[in-house]
């Protein structure tokens, strides 16, 4: 079992910044792909970045240039740092840890982009 906390969200103006946490449990980001999602409700949740346990990362078109995901595995910690947000970028955002056929989710953090 691995527990995923997620943390670091809040209001903000456009163009301004966040740095959402996700923590886990156990010391295993460094072992698996580690993805942050985020969902609008009504909406399906999208792929927002990843990060693989070799360090490659992928990014969806929306937030190419703006967003970086990053790993501390001395922290058990992944972080997504968003920067010049926009209204459209205000969402619940989740951690998400795959193993196998396993999909393990925090309870995800509330980010909200005042225009």
């Known amino acids: 079992q691995v527990q995923l906390v997620e943390s670091g969200g809040g209001l903000v103006q456009a163009g301004g910044s966040l740095r959402l946490s996700c923590a886990a449990s156990?010391?295993?980001?460094?072992?698996?792909?580690v993805g942050w999602y985020r969902q609008v409700p009504g909406n399906r949740r999208e792929l927002v970045a990843a990060?693989?346990?070799?360090?490659?990362?992928n990014y969806a078109d929306s937030v190419k240039g703006r967003f970086t995901i990053s790993r501390d595995n001395a922290k058990n910690t992944v972080y997504l740092q968003l920067s010049s947000l926009a209204p459209e970028d205000t969402a619940v955002y989740y951690c998400?840890?795959?193993?196998?056929?396993?999909?393990?989710w925090g309870q995800g953090t509330q980010v909200t982009v005042s225009s």
């Open positions: 998400n840890l795959k193993i196998a056929e396993l999909n393990y």
């Open positions: 156990r010391n295993i980001f460094r072992l698996y792909t």
């Open positions: 990060i693989t346990s070799g360090g490659i990362t």
